[in-house]
């Protein structure tokens, strides 16, 4: 298996931009999770998805962030509009359990610059 | 409330043992894991206790007392590439996920 896919790598964007991360988990993982990382907050859980329902969302930071789960090879996370705040780099990653029994297999990460 | 506290900083030379401590608190603990993190890149599993005692994996152990809520990773005969952050992680029953530390970055001297 490939891992768990994320594009882009890198993005820097304009404030008030529209922002779009994508990712592909693992094949037969049944639970995906969004994490942001900055220097001031640490990796922080934004939401997650089981069986591409959101299970739960309460890390998200306010109304301008958004994720989507259409199916179980792909997930989105959409930051709309962008602030210089929201700089970090955001990972995706993806178990087949919640409880981190087997761990959790992260991707690349993307880097995001608001300027 | 829920927390995580590990060291910020190691400091250890090659060839050396060198312990990481992470504390918890946390309802319903499920069990604690362990991730390495190398500058630019992103974090990788490298064990998992849910049970008390050690377990070991090649040169890298990790202990758990669930009754004093704690955990180390043990990083034995150090090699410079293990110059990276280890997070602790704990998973929640009641969350079904699991809640990172900041973590603990270790340099590696010759």
């Known amino acids: 298996d490939a891992g768990v896919i994320q594009s882009p790598r890198h993005e820097v964007t304009e404030m008030g931009q529209e922002v779009t991360l994508r990712c592909k988990p693992i094949?037969?993982?049944?639970?995906l999770f969004w994490y942001r990382q900055t220097m001031m907050r640490g990796l922080e859980l934004l939401i997650y998805f089981n069986n591409n329902v959101p299970i739960d969302d309460s890390g998200m930071p306010e109304d301008r962030f958004s994720a989507k789960m259409p199916n179980a090879s792909f997930s989105t996370l959409k930051i709309q509009p962008s602030e210089p705040r929201d700089s970090a780099v955001y990972f995706c990653a993806s178990s087949p359990m919640p409880t981190g029994a087997v761990g959790y297999t992260f991707g690349s990460g993307t880097r995001l610059t608001v300027v | 409330g829920q927390s995580l506290e590990q060291p910020s900083e190691v400091t250890a030379v090659e060839g050396a043992i060198v312990q990481i401590n992470c504390t918890y608190q946390t309802s319903g603990f499920y069990g604690l894991s362990w991730y390495q993190q190398h500058d630019g890149g992103a974090p990788t599993f490298l064990s998992y206790n849910a049970l008390d005692g050690l377990e070991e994996t090649g040169r890298f152990s990790s202990f758990l007392s669930r009754s004093d809520s704690y955990g180390y990773l043990l990083l034995q005969e150090l090699q410079m590439k293990d110059s990276a952050s280890y997070f602790c992680a704990f998973a929640n029953t009641n969350a079904g996920k699991s809640t990172f530390g900041d973590g603990t970055t270790l340099t590696v001297k010759p």
């Open positions: 094949s037969g993982h049944d639970y």
